[in-house]
């Protein structure tokens, strides 16, 4: 793994984790596109600044990150407490105008960054957007979760699978 490749990308997390949006925002080309879609520093700018409006204390921990070439992909848990509404659509876009539920959200999510010369040109996520929307009491969960093998670990599967309902 290299560190240099990862190095932006822990300024930028290391930036959201301040609430900074000017260093949120710093690891970033001038022509950076998030989810395909040219934003720029300004746009990520305003990406953080959103977050906070509707996490006032999230925070983001890196769990596993690896490097291949000009790529560093990273697991990371978004932690922190609806308390307000963004004006744009982070997270989704599933958040604006919801009246904050005061609930605390714990998320995982995979962040794919392209970095050129020190520089962040390109990112993408994955997040468990459903699984928000559930701690957020926003949707209700279709199954309880001893029986969501998609969250319950290797027990909840092993029991799904003596049950004869995989």
Do not use: Y
């Amino acid at each position: 793994m290299t560190g240099g490749t990862l190095d932006p990308v822990r300024r930028h997390i290391d930036g959201a984790n301040r609430h900074d949006a000017d260093a949120f925002a710093a690891p970033f080309a001038v022509n950076a596109t998030n989810h395909g879609r040219p934003v720029g520093r300004e746009g990520l700018r305003r990406v953080g600044q959103n977050l906070w409006a509707a996490f006032p204390d999230v925070h983001f921990e890196i769990d596993t990150s690896v490097v291949q070439g000009d790529i560093a992909m990273c697991e990371m848990t978004m932690t922190g407490t609806h308390l307000g509404s963004p004006e744009m659509g982070v997270l989704g876009g599933f958040l604006v105008g919801v009246r904050p539920t005061g609930r605390a959200v714990k998320q995982l999510q995979m962040h794919l960054f392209r970095i050129v010369a020190g520089e962040i040109t390109e990112h993408r996520a994955v997040r468990d957007d459903l699984g928000l929307m559930e701690q957020l009491g926003l949707m209700e969960a279709n199954a309880p979760p001893e029986e969501d093998i998609s969250r319950g670990g290797s027990d909840a599967s092993t029991r799904q699978m003596q049950q004869g309902r995989t």
